[in-house]
């Protein structure tokens, strides 16, 4: 399987805790995307990486966000102290040119 | 501000009929336009995508209209199965902007009824 691969798929943390996903982008993409989507609404854009350098960070982004793309190959997100209110998809996405090719998400749900 | 209005929210096809789904946006500085399909439990995956030098593009069953003097797009599915029972996404960006994220409408979450 040569497309976005996440990990973990699903993520149950207690209110507080911090937690940590990665994404491993199609191979030569050099941009990568984060976004989070909530149930019934579309995705919403939270950071893009370009190679290593993190280009563009949303409002949405706030400090308890974090990202990095070492090496420009695999990005992880990192939340700290989560919030009920960060329960949601995280979709990570690839692309070389304008088209953006989206993994399979982590489903984040904070109790 | 909600930058993509996409509607209905929900729509019912019986097979065989032509399914359409409807956007408008407001910013001008828009000019990359793809359409995502998205099941349950996955990621959206690209269908097709268009940019506003054209006013129509087909791919197999599915066609996208640009209107771009009313700010509008819309993808028709035409002879709808119900493999293409899925919610929907619009979504806009500005390509050459520097602003590289998505702008996503709210999804149309499609029903073909067998």
């Known amino acids: 399987d040569t497309g976005v691969s996440q990990d973990p798929r699903h993520k149950i943390t207690k209110r507080g805790q911090n937690v940590t996903f990665r994404c491993d982008p199609i191979?030569?993409?050099?941009?990568l995307y984060w976004y989070r989507q909530t149930l019934g609404q579309g995705p919403e854009f939270l950071t893009y990486?370009?190679?290593?350098?993190?280009?563009?960070k949303s409002r949405l982004l706030s400090d308890r966000f974090s990202a990095e793309r070492p090496k420009g190959s695999f990005s992880t997100l990192e939340i700290q102290r989560t919030e009920q209110g960060d329960s949601a998809m995280y979709l990570c996405?690839?692309?070389?040119?304008?088209?953006?090719?989206f993994g399979p998400g982590t489903r984040l749900t904070v109790t | 501000q909600q930058q993509v209005k996409q509607s209905p929210q929900s729509l019912i096809v019986q097979k065989g009929g032509i399914s359409i789904i409807n956007c408008a946006y407001e910013?001008?500085?828009?000019?990359?336009f793809p359409w995502y399909q998205q099941f349950p439990g996955k990621g959206p995956a690209l269908l097709i995508a268009?940019?506003?030098?054209?006013s129509e593009k087909k791919e197999g069953r599915f066609t996208i209209s640009f209107n771009k003097s009313a700010k509008q797009f819309s993808l028709h599915i035409m002879d709808s199965q119900p493999g293409d029972s899925a919610t929907y996404f619009c979504?806009?960006?500005?390509?050459?902007?520097?602003?590289?994220?998505?702008?996503f409408g709210k999804g149309t979450h499609l029903i073909i009824q067998p």
């Open positions: 268009i940019r506003p030098d054209v």
């Open positions: 910013n001008t500085a828009f000019d990359y």
């Open positions: 979504a806009a960006r500005n390509d050459g902007g520097g602003a590289d994220g998505l702008t």
């Open positions: 990486f370009q190679n290593e350098a993190q280009l563009e």
């Open positions: 191979s030569e993409h050099n941009r």
């Open positions: 996405a690839s692309s070389k040119s304008r088209e953006q090719y």
